[in-house]
Nanobody, 122 residues
């Protein structure tokens, strides 16, 4: 019902920046929250940032500490994650997540993007 297309991942040197984007497409689906999660092999997936559609409230993981900013373009159903001052420990697969309501089935649902690799190294 919903497809998430991610872009912006890649390799960057420590201290560099990247901007991830996630665009949601589909029919009869109302988005409540969109966000980013990351996972390193062998570790649990962790929250990076989320943004709520109705009021723009944002939530960040503790490790972000002001380095990341999440924002969205509602008209395009796109969210962005601006990452600055990247560190090697930020290396992970970053996945977009969309939570909302199916207007057709009147049920809650969530969808995941395929994930995009972020590598921070010298």
């Amino acid at each position: 019902q919903v497809q998430l297309v991610e872009s912006g991942g890649g390799s960057v040197q420590p201290g560099g920046s990247l901007r991830l984007s996630c665009t949601a497409s589909g029919r009869d689906f109302s988005i409540n929250v969109m966000g980013w999660y990351r996972q390193v092999p062998g570790n649990e997936r962790e929250l990076v940032a989320t943004i709520r559609s109705n009021d723009g409230r944002t939530v960040y993981g503790d490790f972000v500490k002001g380095r990341y900013t999440i924002y969205r373009d509602g008209a395009k159903n796109t969210e962005y994650l601006q990452m600055s001052n990247l560190r090697p420990e930020d290396s992970a697969v970053y996945s977009c997540r969309c939570d909302g309501l199916s207007r057709h089935y009147e049920s809650l649902a969530n969808f995941w993007g395929p994930g995009t690799q972020v590598t921070v190294s010298s």
